[in-house]
T-cell receptor
C-alpha cells in the first residue's frame, strides 16, 4: 500500500500563476481533506470531501478549489497564486467514522514569489 | 464546538529524561482524542488514540497518554526520550459521531531532545 501520495513535493510559482496539487489514496477511504501548515498556526483545514461528488469548505477555503470525481483522487487547485499561499500543504484521508484516524501524505512545499 | 490547547509550544529535554506534553480540550459532548507526531519534512503519523475504555492508552515508540475526563486533558508521556523523538507533536479531538471535517488540531508542541 502506498497510502496517501502527494505530488509534487516542492513547487515555486509566480504570483498570479495557477497550479494543481495532486493527492491520491489507495485505502478506499471515503473522507479526504486538504490542510495547510504555517509556523505557529498548526494545521488549518482548506477543503474536505466525504465521498465522490461531495466537497465542502473548511476554515480557510478562499483562493482554492477542489473536486472529487473518484474515491481515490482529491486535487487542490490554486486559481491565482498569491504570496499568502506560501505554505506546506498536506492531504489526508480516512474512513468516514469519527473514531478513525486520518492518514497524511508527506506534504507539498509551495513557495509563491 | 470543540477546541484544543497545547500548553507548551516548545519543550526542550535531555536524552533519557522523562517528558510530558500537555493537551487540554473543551467540548460539550463526548469526544475521541488523538496524538500525532510529525518528523522533520514529513507528514503526520498517528501516535495513539483514545476511543473508550481504559484511560491509559499506549502508543508507538514507547509513548502513552492518559485521558482525564474531569480535567478535560489528554497529556502525552514518555519515561525516557531518545534523540530520535525530536519532532512536533499534535493533539486532536473530534466529537462522537462527528464529521471528520470537524477534527480539531492543537497548534503543536515541538519536542527537542538534546544529547
Amino acid at each position: 500500500n502506498a497510502g496517501v501520495t502527494q505530488t509534487p513535493k516542492f513547487q515555486v510559482l509566480k504570483t498570479g500563476q495557477s497550479m494543481t496539487l495532486q493527492c491520491a489514496q489507495d485505502m478506499n477511504h471515503e473522507y479526504m481533506s486538504w490542510y495547510r501548515q504555517d509556523p505557529g498556526m498548526g494545521l488549518r483545514l482548506i477543503h474536505y470531501s466525504v465521498g465522490a461528488g461531495i466537497t465542502d469548505q473548511g476554515e480557510v477555503p478562499n483562493g482554492y478549489n477542489v473536486s472529487r470525481s473518484t474515491t481515490e483522487d482529491f486535487p487542490l487547485r490554486l486559481l491565482s497564486a498569491a504570496p499568502s499561499q506560501t505554505s506546506v500543504y498536506f492531504c489526508a484521508s480516512s474512513y468516514r467514522d469519527s473514531n478513525q484516524p486520518q492518514h497524511f501524505g508527506d506534504g507539498t512545499r509551495l513557495s509563491i514569489l | 464546538a470543540q477546541s484544543v490547547t497545547q500548553l507548551d509550544s516548545q519543550v526542550p529535554v535531555f536524552e533519557e529524561a522523562p517528558v510530558e506534553l500537555r493537551c487540554n480540550y473543551s467540548s460539550s459532548v463526548s469526544v475521541y482524542l488523538f496524538w500525532y507526531v510529525q518528523y522533520p519534512n514529513q507528514g503526520l503519523q498517528l501516535l495513539l488514540k483514545y476511543l473508550s475504555g481504559s484511560t491509559l492508552v499506549k502508543g508507538i515508540n514507547g509513548f502513552e497518554a492518559e485521558f482525564n475526563k474531569s480535567q478535560t486533558s489528554f497529556h502525552l508521556r514518555k519515561p525516557s526520550v531518545h534523540i530520535s523523538d525530536t519532532a512536533e507533536y499534535f493533539c486532536a479531538v473530534i466529537s462522537y459521531g462527528g464529521s471528520q471535517g470537524n477534527l480539531i488540531f492543537g497548534k503543536g508542541t515541538k519536542l527537542s531532545v538534546k544529547p
